[in-house]
């Protein structure tokens, strides 16, 4: 199974950009998609962005289209978020996943623990 480790949550006034990283260990981390998913408080997990193994094909929930775009670097074992033009309504845990190709957080076994984004208006 992989093991996930999320960073670079943070706070961040309206407006502004973060970048997120999710680490994973094991050698299989090529052969599956990567996703990223966020909770905030009082709502579900919803899902934000996907790639596939190769990299070569993206997806994204309507409300992050154009602000954000998730990238991957197999040779790291890393996939990346980055996160522009914020809005308070982006503050939440935001989480990684490996699994395949979906955008139903049911679909995905592995999950890290997750990074707070808070942004300010």
């Known amino acids: 199974q992989v093991q996930l480790v999320e960073s670079g949550g943070g706070s961040v006034q309206a407006g502004g950009s973060l970048r997120l990283s999710c680490a994973a260990s094991g050698r299989t981390f090529s052969r599956y998609a990567m996703a990223w998913f966020r909770q905030a408080p009082g709502k579900e997990r919803e899902f934000v962005a996907g790639?596939?193994?190769?990299?070569?094909?993206?997806y994204y929930a309507d409300s992050v289209k154009g602000r954000f775009t998730i990238s991957r670097d197999n040779a790291k074992n890393t996939v990346y978020l980055q996160m522009n033009s914020l809005k308070p309504d982006d503050t939440a845990v935001y989480y990684c996943?490996?699994?395949?190709?979906?955008?139903?957080?049911?679909?995905?076994?592995?999950w890290g623990q997750g990074t707070q984004v808070t942004v300010s208006s």
């Open positions: 996943a490996c699994g395949p190709v979906s955008s139903r957080e049911r679909d995905f076994r592995s």
């Open positions: 790639i596939i193994w190769s990299g070569g094909s993206t």
